[in-house]
T-cell receptor, first 110, second 113 residues
Framework: GQQLNQSPQSMFIQEGEDVSMNCTSS?????WLWYKQDPGEGPVLLIA?????ELTSNGRLTAQFGITRKDSFLNISASIPSDVGIYFC??????????FGKGMKLTVNP | SQTIHQWPATLVQPVGSPLSLECTVE??????LYWYRQAAGRGLQLLFY??????ISSEVPQNLSASRPQDRQFILSSKKLLLSDSGFYLC????????????FGQGTRLTVV
């Protein structure tokens, strides 16, 4: 089945620093999504990408759909304490279901 | 606007007891519906998904079952819970028909004791 490799698994940064994370897949995806999950909550959609090469921003977040359609990255600029949480990538191939990465736990030190 | 409701928020159940978690979506019709399980605060495992009433696809063999008795209602059940069923259960919906942006409920923290 389709699998996503998300890295890094965790990051500890200082407030104000930039963060970069990525996901790779062994198969082609038609859609890449990035989510953030706060403790005890459901994941919240941050950015959706639908075209290879697409670069999309949402405030301090920037995500790209890789040209090969097998990878995507998410950058967070000028991190703030409320950026703390678990970030998930998700991809959709030829079916109606999303495959999720294992998440990247972000800790921001004030 | 669309909303998704999932309840209860937390549940403590003894081993061998039955389970019923309910999820409903408002503000849309014929959504795709999903049940995920998240263990230890990491990784989302897809358990079931449904593209229509009565249509259930199971992703992994397990002690759980799902049903979709109405268009916007998705139920996760078990006849006899196991300790290993403990986890954080998340319901989600998407519009389907090529739109796979999934929106999640608040989750249910299930502890089997």
């Amino acid at each position: 089945g389709q699998q996503l490799n998300q890295s890094p698994q965790s990051m500890f940064i200082q407030e104000g620093e930039d963060v970069s994370m990525n996901c790779t897949s062994s198969s082609i995806f038609n859609t890449w999504l990035w989510y953030k999950q706060d403790p005890g909550e459901g994941p919240v959609l941050l950015i959706a990408l639908y075209k290879a090469g697409e670069l999309t921003s949402n405030g301090r977040l920037t995500a790209q759909f890789g040209i090969t359609r097998k990878d995507s990255f998410l950058n967070i600029s000028a991190s703030i304490p409320s950026d703390v949480g678990i970030y998930f990538c998700a991809g959709q191939g030829g079916s109606e279901k999303l495959v999720f990465g294992k998440g990247m736990k972000l800790t921001v030190n004030p | 606007s669309q909303t998704i409701h999932q309840w209860p928020a937390t549940l403590v159940q003894p081993v061998g007891s039955p389970l019923s978690l309910e999820c409903t979506v408002e503000g849309t019709s014929n959504p795709n519906l999903y049940w995920y399980r998240q263990a230890a605060g990491r990784g989302l495992q897809l358990l079931f998904y449904s593209v229509g009433i009565g249509q259930i696809s199971s992703e992994v063999p397990q002690n759980l079952s799902a049903s979709r008795p109405q268009d916007r209602q998705f139920i996760l059940s078990s006849k006899k819970l196991l300790l290993s069923d403990s986890g954080f259960y998340l319901c989600a919906w998407s519009q389907g028909a090529g739109n796979t942006e999934a929106f999640f409920g608040q989750g249910t923290r299930l502890t089997v004791v």
